[in-house]
């Protein structure tokens, strides 16, 4: 009898300990008296190395939203805290920080990261420890196929959305044939694929294919294989700096090729970078890029007033597409954690299933069991650099 006593004692304390360290299934920190004390959120972006320029506003807008929450009283009274880690923009520190917010850290969920290699390196990962991640990568292999990809969300455009919007674009102004030019990463490999993969259905002939490396101080050689296959325009797939090197080659060789650039240089660093170079430049991209352009009957326009306000009042500068990345990254878990969903499932469950025209920073997302983007093509429109700035191309 005094042996069934002592098993059951030690079972509830057992019981008490791994509420206390979260388990899980946590619905957050739990204090002595069984309250949840905080909800903690992993967040890893490239704050530095090449990735950077993405991965810096978008750790500004995690900061920004986790002040302004919790100056507004938390969830229901219950603060969040994010923990922020800096990949430095590779895949090795990116797994890395991940095991450790998920294994040491407990965390709710998981935002980021800024690149498609690092984000894809790290779904594996959330997979396996069944932890929700919300990517901010483009790539579309991040949330594809769904089977695969049960616990992972993203909310930058896939690339597959900015390739239809390029191609739409062309059809507009009757052209026909392109060179690609792309970077030899994840993202630039991934981007590839759908400009081959679409290229017959909007009637795009590429002639001719090309790459380099993120790094390469020029790619010159490559510029004039290209523009001898007769292509009427280039397309450029990478994120800066290579972009920016051939945006200048082209201008330094004195050619009349029109460049189109993915949305991974939707930024002022690929124009301070590529300087003279950069105009004329096109690309998709979302509407964060240029707020005073958005109308009042756009049903983003109060979402994306009010971040780009709070974010230049705050940082002295603009966020970027990459900064609504960061935004809507974070507010998706703030909104399930709204709605009751406190624990790792549950949070997945609520962004699966009932998030429904939820209007973001990018775009308005309906997110469902076969899509785990939630966007379309029409959420991005196309912008050109005019006189050293980002416009929005009528």
Same mark, same amino acid.
């Given at each position: ?15 008490? /300990? ?47 939203? !986790? ?54 390196? /790290?779904?594996?990962?959330?997979? =396996?420890? =069944?932890? *929700? /991640? ?5 790539? $579309? ?15 930058? &455009? ?5 390739? =239809? ?97 993915? &949305? ?14 950069? !105009? ?10 240029? *707020? ?26 603009? *966020? ?10 974070? $507010? ?37 069991? !076969? ?24």
């Amino acid at each position: 009898m005094k042996k069934s006593f002592l098993l059951s004692l030690l079972s509830v304390s057992m019981i008490g /300990m791994l509420a206390a360290c979260g388990g899980s299934e946590s619905s957050g920190e739990v204090e002595n008296n069984g309250e949840v004390s905080e909800y903690k959120i992993g967040a890893i972006y490239s704050k530095t190395g090449p990735n950077s320029p993405l991965g810096e506003p978008e750790w500004n807008a995690t900061k920004l939203i !986790e002040d302004k929450i919790n100056a507004e009283g938390g969830i229901n009274g219950v603060p969040i805290k994010v923990i922020l880690a800096d990949d430095e923009s590779t895949q090795e520190k990116a797994t890395q920080e991940m095991n450790r917010l998920i294994n040491d850290e407990n965390v709710l969920a998981v935002l980021g990261s800024s690149g498609s290699g690092e984000s894809l390196a /790290m779904k594996g990962i959330a997979l =396996q420890q =069944q932890v *929700p /991640m919300i990517a901010a990568a483009a790539s $579309m292999h991040v949330v594809e196929p769904v089977e695969d990809a049960h616990w992972i969300f993203k909310t930058p &455009h896939s690339d597959v959305h900015a390739v =239809q919007r390029i191609y739409m674009y062309l059809n507009e102004q009757g052209i026909k044939q392109v060179g690609l030019l792309s970077d030899s990463n994840a993202f630039g490999t991934s981007g590839v694929e759908q400009l081959e993969g679409l290229a017959d259905e909007y009637g795009i002939e590429i002639v001719a294919k090309e790459g380099y490396n993120t790094q390469d101080p020029d790619m010159s050689a490559q510029i004039t294989r290209v523009n001898s296959a007769n292509a009427e325009a280039v397309i450029v797939w990478g994120t800066n700096p290579g972009p920016a090197v051939i945006a200048s080659n082209i201008r330094n060789l004195g050619l009349d090729l029109p460049m189109i650039g993915s &949305h991974g240089i939707a930024n002022q660093n690929f124009i301070n970078l590529a300087e003279k170079g950069a !105009e004329g430049v096109i690309i998709p991209t979302g509407k964060l890029l240029f *707020p005073e352009e958005i109308t009042e009957k756009d049903v983003q326009y109060d979402v994306i007033s009010n971040f780009y306000n709070e974010y230049t009042e705050k940082y002295g500068n603009e *966020p970027t597409n990459f900064g609504s990345y960061g935004y809507d990254n974070i $507010m998706l878990v703030v909104e399930a954690l709204r709605s009751g969903a406190t624990d790792r499932e549950s949070i997945r469950d609520f962004l699966e299933n009932e998030l429904t025209d939820w209007v973001g920073a990018t775009g308005v997302f309906n997110f469902t069991p !076969e899509d785990h983007n939630g966007l379309d093509p029409d959420s991005m429109v196309m912008a050109i650099v005019k006189d050293g700035k980002w416009v929005l191309l009528d």
